[in-house]
């Protein structure tokens, strides 16, 4: 499995919410250490440095995602918000978030791990609550489980992303058709 951080479903707590793949079948946690976890802080353009992480870092990150998976499906399938992800969430957006400095270089952002995890809780209250909720769709990979923003016209988009999982599925049906479509008659 690759173990880059991807950025595709066009918000960070989207993304973030995907760093557990494949929920419904091989589930593969991407944020399985502090650093792996700082590294998506750094890769997602939250913070420009963050100091280093520890295992509780770890657990608190993935207790907080798993609430906004669970908050961004309630709200994805009409449904009232899940009560104890929503205190996990709230509790978490009250704490300190990241604040951008001013440089002679221009923006610099330094944080801590639970600076970052406020930001990125903050982030989801923001598009939980905003105008881009009837745009969220999960990806039509049956094996993904990511969720994103189709900004599409007319909202035709089907995958979180081409590279990810539209190539493949689309790859797989031309193998499907070739295999099934009757031969050619020789001339």
């Not at 609430?67 to 996990?88: D, P």
């Not at 009250?94 to 952002?109: D, E, F, N």
């Not at 035709?156 to 031309?174: D, F, L, P, T, V």
């Amino acid at each position: 499995m690759n173990l880059d951080h991807v950025f595709v479903c066009g918000h960070p707590a989207l993304d973030f919410a995907a760093t557990l793949r494949a929920r419904r079948s091989t589930r593969f946690e991407m944020l399985v250490t502090p650093e792996r976890l700082n590294a998506w802080y750094l890769e997602s353009g939250l913070v420009d440095t963050i100091t280093p992480g520890q295992e509780d870092d770890v657990r608190d990150a993935t207790a907080v995602r798993e609430a906004i998976y669970r908050l961004i499906t309630n709200r994805r399938l009409g449904e009232e918000f899940h009560r104890e992800a929503l205190a996990v969430v709230n509790s978490t957006a009250r704490k300190t978030p990241v604040t951008p400095q001013l440089t002679m270089a221009g923006r610099y952002t330094e944080a801590t791990p639970e600076q970052a995890l406020s930001t990125v809780a903050r982030q989801a209250v923001e598009l939980l609550s905003g105008p881009d909720v009837p745009l969220l769709k999960e990806c039509g990979n049956p094996e993904c489980t990511r969720v994103y923003i189709d900004r599409s016209r007319g909202m035709r988009r089907q995958w979180c992303g081409m590279e990810s999982c539209g190539n493949k599925i689309k790859a797989a049906a031309y193998r499907a058709r070739k295999k099934t479509a009757p031969a050619a008659p020789a001339r």
